[in-house]
């Protein structure tokens, strides 16, 4: 069974630019959950997305977004990068009614 | 609010010591706790995990109990090896709150031989 997949695991982009992360989760989850990973604010929640539909949202601006697909397929999008956006984006699922996490190897962030 | 607290790392200890990492929580309702671990450059596996108190998750020769009067749930194992070097994260999850795990800092654990 596959596990969670991640695209890119790089990205390097400017500043004021915008970028979009794709997450595959385990196929049978419908619940996919991003977190940021930062060596300063550790890991922070951004969004959960089950059924296409946002269930829980962290305490992040406006300019962090997300959609999830009807094959559970997940993105991130962040608008209008800052430097303090650079980070490791994790992204989990999990199936329905079970809170237990399967990770991916995250996108690494970087801009410059 | 919810929150999970951690000991400071770095923990380094020689390989065969016995290890422990402190966590403890601040939870509304019930929560569910978990331990994570990340090798360098990956993301997070689940290492353990307790859903109600007085639970014992353990896996791989390490353990943790579900204490709910101490508000604990502390990570052990009896002999560790090199390849147990990695930062480990304790992180909760409220019941109802579905996907939504709360993490401590993670504790960096490097065992030299």
């Known amino acids: 069974k596959a596990g969670v997949t991640q695209t890119p695991r790089y990205l390097i982009k400017t500043r004021g630019q915008q970028v979009t992360l794709s997450c595959s989760p385990i196929?049978?989850?419908?619940?996919v959950s991003w977190y940021q990973q930062t060596p300063g604010q550790g890991l922070q929640f951004l969004f959960e997305?089950?059924?296409?539909?946002?269930?829980n949202k962290g305490n992040f601006p406006g300019r962090f977004s997300g959609r999830q697909f009807s094959n559970s397929r997940s993105e991130m999008n962040v608008s209008t990068l800052e430097l303090g956006d650079s980070a490791l984006y994790l992204c989990?699922?999990?199936?329905?009614?079970?809170?237990?996490?399967?990770f991916g190897q995250g996108t690494r962030l970087t801009v410059v | 609010g919810n929150s999970v607290t951690q000991m400071e790392g770095p923990v380094t200890l020689s390989e065969e010591a016995f290890l422990t990492i402190n966590c403890t929580y601040t939870?509304?309702?019930?929560?569910?706790l978990f331990w994570y671990v990340q090798y360098p450059g990956e993301g997070l596996q689940l290492l353990l995990k307790?859903?109600?108190?007085?639970d014992k998750g353990s896996n791989k020769g390490f353990e943790a109990t579900y204490r709910k009067e101490t508000t604990s749930f502390h990570l052990e194992k009896g002999s560790v090896q090199v390849s147990d070097s990695a930062v480990y994260f304790c992180?909760?999850?409220?019941?109802?709150?579905?996907?939504?795990?709360?993490f401590g800092a993670g504790t960096r654990l490097a065992v030299h031989p």
């Open positions: 939870a509304t309702g019930y929560p569910s």
């Open positions: 997305y089950f059924s296409e539909t946002q269930r």
């Open positions: 196929s049978g989850h419908r619940s």
């Open positions: 989990a699922s999990s199936s329905d009614g079970n809170t237990e996490a399967f």
């Open positions: 307790a859903t109600k108190a007085d």
């Open positions: 992180a909760l999850a409220i019941s109802g709150g579905y996907n939504k795990l709360i």
